[in-house]
């Protein structure tokens, strides 16, 4: 089982509609959770961080933690084309010589006008 | 935030040849990192470089293969050695603001190998 996996995609939806970005992981001592934003050709973007279980919301951008599940959840209300990208959800845990990150492998979105 | 640029942005190189990846940011930072991130494949960290110190590398990659400076707060280069066509990915650097979960990334440099 990998450390981290993610919906492998690639998700198309039509403008407006609800979109949910999803990773489960396998290793319990993950203490922070993120979403990067990776638009074609440029590097990752780092969109939302969040610590421990709940929620988080920014605009139209709400991440969600269930450390008992061992899933986060990445939800666009209102999507726009702009919003098309590839999604990376990426963890990390306190190693020897800080946090050390693991990455998922990232979902596609396509936002059709 | 931090502005971070990387040359060059693409390159093609020959097998058995090698190629020095530059990566500046715009202010001071301890912490720089270099990922690879292959096709439809996740980011992979490659090794972490402090200012003053010896680059920390992740397993499955050594030093010999990926040289890393760090001459100062604001630039490190990455150096992929006798290059094969497995070499051929996505070359990014990051570096980190405030806490560990911060991490900024640079455009990538696009390496194919032939």
């Known amino acids: 089982q990998k450390e981290v996996e993610q919906d492998p995609g690639p998700l198309s939806v039509p403008e407006g509609a609800i979109v949910s970005l999803n990773c489960t992981y396998s290793?319990?001592?993950?203490?922070?959770f993120m979403w990067y934003r990776q638009y074609s050709r440029k590097g990752p973007e780092l969109l939302m961080y969040?610590?421990?279980?709940g929620n988080k919301e920014d605009g139209r951008f709400t991440a969600q933690v269930d450390k008992s599940s061992k899933y986060i959840s990445l939800f666009i209300r209102d999507s726009q084309p702009s919003d098309s990208a590839t999604y990376l959800c990426?963890?990390?845990?306190?190693?020897?010589?800080?946090?050390?990150?693991?990455f998922g492998p990232g979902t596609r979105l396509s936002v059709l006008p | 935030s931090a502005v971070i640029s990387q040359k060059p942005s693409r390159d093609i190189c020959q097998r058995g040849t090698s190629l020095t990846i530059q990566c500046q940011v715009d202010?001071?930072?301890?912490?720089m990192f270099w990922y690879r991130q292959q096709p439809g494949q996740s980011l992979t960290l490659i090794a972490t470089?402090?200012?003053?110190?010896?680059?920390?590398?992740e397993s499955g990659f050594v030093i010999d293969k990926f040289p890393i400076s760090r001459p100062n707060l604001t630039f490190s280069t990455l150096t992929v050695s006798n290059m094969s066509p497995e070499d051929s990915s996505i070359y990014l650097c990051?570096?980190?603001?405030?806490?560990?979960?911060?991490?900024?990334f640079g455009p990538g440099t696009r390496l194919t190998v032939t």
């Open positions: 990051s570096v980190e603001l405030g806490g560990r979960y911060e991490q900024y």
């Open positions: 290793n319990s001592a993950f203490q922070y």
């Open positions: 969040t610590y421990s279980s």
């Open positions: 990426a963890m990390s845990a306190l190693g020897n010589y800080g946090q050390n990150f693991v």
């Open positions: 202010s001071q930072v301890t912490m």
């Open positions: 470089a402090n200012q003053g110190s010896e680059a920390t590398y």
